[in-house]
């Protein structure tokens, strides 16, 4: 894409993971802002060097979904610059977006200030009760309060979303559906303001027997996808409520049971953000 640099990348992931450390703004909230920070950087020791773990859930699936989905998603529209890329003439993706009619995220939202169309659906969770389900019962969220099932329909170069830059895994993601001969969506390591990547950190998400589900650490890594002309969906999470304990159980179990299928990360959270020694 022959993009200029536009920003110090380290400076803005120190700034941007200061203010998520501090944000308590979710309306179902409960947790005082010092124990929020607590698990916060708790997650951040225990989890930080993890760049990409499948996850201990069992596979995510409904086939009638899939026909109802090609029927019902629409383009995506990039509509102002963010941190993934400063293009806004892109058509990359289709998509349905999901949120409970009169959710929050309609009333936090102003839709000229978000970088991509949106396709929402308020319906979903009547549509596929079964499949809603399964993702409160089986993902350590409290509320899932808005995610998106995308499809790409190009190659997607590699890229960090705007989205957490908290280091810990928390970009949560299901492959749907896949029609590809082999992986097509790949994660790999970054440091800020550097264009190479970590070398051998590259790694196509791998298809397993007993799990669809994934997470990343948006802040290290970055995520692309090639396309090779065959469809996919995947579900990516946008807006939601970690239930902390939950997480921690699901990450200790994952990276337990999936250990040879984890990326890890040989670098330290100062490579990615200016921290003060006494945050240490
Ligand atoms: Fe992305």
């Excluded at 995308?150 to 280091?167: C, G, K, N, Y």
């Excluded at 939950?246 to 299928?261: A, P, Q, V």
């Amino acid at each position: 894409m022959n993009e200029k640099p536009k920003m110090d990348e380290k400076l803005y992931f120190t700034s941007t993971r200061a203010s998520q450390l501090n944000f308590a703004r979710h309306p179902s909230n409960t947790l005082p802002n010092e124990k929020m920070i607590e698990y916060k950087l708790e997650a951040e020791k225990r989890f930080g060097n993890f760049l990409f773990v499948p996850l201990d859930i069992p596979v995510i699936k409904d086939d009638l979904f899939v026909e109802w989905y090609w029927e019902n998603a629409k383009p995506v529209k990039k509509l102002n610059s963010d941190v993934a890329t400063r293009r806004t003439d892109l058509e990359s993706f289709v998509s349905v977006d999901v949120a409970e009619e009169g959710s929050w995220v309609f009333k936090q939202t102003n839709p000229f200030q978000n970088p991509w169309s949106l396709n929402y659906r308020t319906d979903f969770s009547k549509l596929f009760p079964r499949l809603t389900e399964q993702l409160y019962e089986y993902f350590p969220v409290k509320t899932l309060d808005s995610y998106a099932i995308w499809s790409s329909i190009e190659s997607i170069p590699a890229h960090r979303d705007d989205a957490v830059f908290l280091d810990f895994p928390s970009s949560f993601r299901i492959m749907l559906h896949d029609e590809n001969p082999a992986p097509t969506l790949f994660v790999e390591e970054y440091k800020p303001n550097n264009n190479v990547p970590v070398p051998d950190t590259k790694k196509y998400v791998p298809r397993l027997d007993d799990t669809n589900s994934f997470v990343w650490n948006n802040l290290r890594s970055r995520h692309g996808s090639d396309y090779l002309g065959n469809r996919k969906i995947l579900v990516l999470f946008r807006y939601f409520l970690l239930d902390w304990e939950k997480y921690f159980s699901l990450m200790d179990r994952s990276i337990s049971k999936y250990s040879d299928h984890c990326l890890k990360s040989n670098l330290t959270l100062n490579d990615f953000v200016k921290i003060e020694d006494d945050m240490l």
